[in-house]
């Protein structure tokens, strides 16, 4: 069996000043935030989408709705997923129809999480625009798919993982590269 080596690749002060720039950047594309909404992807989009709010907060003084989305029952792989999936369930306060929707998420690797985000998001309505802010792009795309607001992108093979950890999650905060050894 071989054994995985952990580096990290952004620490927590990194992933607070990627995530300060997103909000900046999030302004800069949207003079009036009252048609914008957050939604956060389960498991770790949904603390960065929190994070961002209080950031984008802090910086306009608007306090952005947020939501939650599962896309456990739209994902394209089910059938390759031994156990039964678990559906924590979408949480959204507001009608997508008309809304500026950002999809946060922590990671974007082939697109395919998107696209389920994409897939769901539809079936609350029918949003004006949708983007995608993501803390870290790993490249290796399988769908055309790209975020519009990036934290860091950062290189790596196929077979390696990027792990983010939140402290809401894992007591820690930090990026890592998991290499197989």
């Given at each position: 069996?071989?054994?995985?080596?952990?580096?990290?690749?952004m620490s927590s002060r990194e992933i607070d000043l990627a995530l300060s720039r997103i909000a900046a950047e999030i302004l800069?594309?949207?003079a009036d935030l009252d048609n914008v909404v957050l939604?956060?992807?389960r498991r770790r989009g949904v603390?960065?989408?929190?994070?961002?709010?209080?950031?984008v907060e802090k910086l306009s003084g608007k306090k952005l709705p947020i939501g939650i989305l599962d896309i456990t029952f739209y994902r394209d792989d089910l059938s390759l997923v031994d156990t039964q999936p678990v559906m924590e369930g979408s949480k959204l306060n507001f009608q997508a129809t008309g809304k500026?929707?950002?999809l946060v998420?922590?990671?974007?690797?082939?697109g395919r999480t998107t696209r389920a985000a994409l897939e769901s998001m539809i079936d609350y309505g029918r949003p004006k625009k949708v983007e995608l802010a993501v803390l870290v792009d790993?490249?290796?795309r399988e769908l055309p798919i790209q975020a519009d607001y990036t934290g860091k992108y950062i290189e790596s093979s196929r077979d390696e993982e990027i792990e983010?950890?939140?402290p809401s999650f894992d007591n820690e905060e930090g990026v890592y590269l998991k290499t197989k050894n």
């Open positions: 069996m071989k054994k995985k080596s952990l580096r990290q690749v800069e594309h949207h939604v956060g992807i603390p960065l989408a929190e994070i961002l709010r209080n950031k500026e929707v950002i998420d922590d990671v974007l690797f082939t790993r490249g290796h983010v950890r939140l």
